[in-house]
């Protein structure tokens, strides 16, 4: 699977950027038809709580899935949104499996 990662308004560090890769790598445990996925960092403008946003966008054989979280760090919105891909892909393949 390839991983792009692209941050916006900031450079993300080796350290996240090989975390991401380490847990968008794991979905692939889940569905094996994922081609590509597409990670999206932001630090929202208000220097507020819960101002990085990550989504993560995966393009699979017949489709798309996406999720996108709002955190107080990066790590905190991988983690979210990883488990929320991980849900759609068993949701995705359940489907695909009754077809």
């Known amino acids: 699977m390839d991983i792009k990662i692209k941050s916006i308004h900031f450079d993300a ?3 996240l ?3 991401i890769e380490k847990k968008v ?3 692939e445990q889940f569905y ?3 081609l590509m996925a597409d990670v999206v960092l932001k630090v929202v403008k208000p ?11 995966l393009k699979i ?3 798309d899935c996406f999720a ?3 955190c107080n760090t990066f790590e905190e919105g991988v983690d979210l949104a990883v ?12 489907k695909n499996r009754t077809k």
């Open 13 to 15: 560090t080796e350290k």
């Open 17 to 19: 950027e090989s975390f």
């Open 25 to 27: 790598s794991k979905l």
């Open 32 to 34: 094996d038809g994922i």
């Open 47 to 57: 220097e507020t709580a819960k101002n990085k946003d990550v989504s993560i966008r």
């Open 61 to 63: 054989k017949s489709g």
């Open 68 to 70: 996108e979280k709002v």
């Open 83 to 94: 488990d929320a891909l991980e849900k759609q892909l068993l949701k995705f393949k359940e």
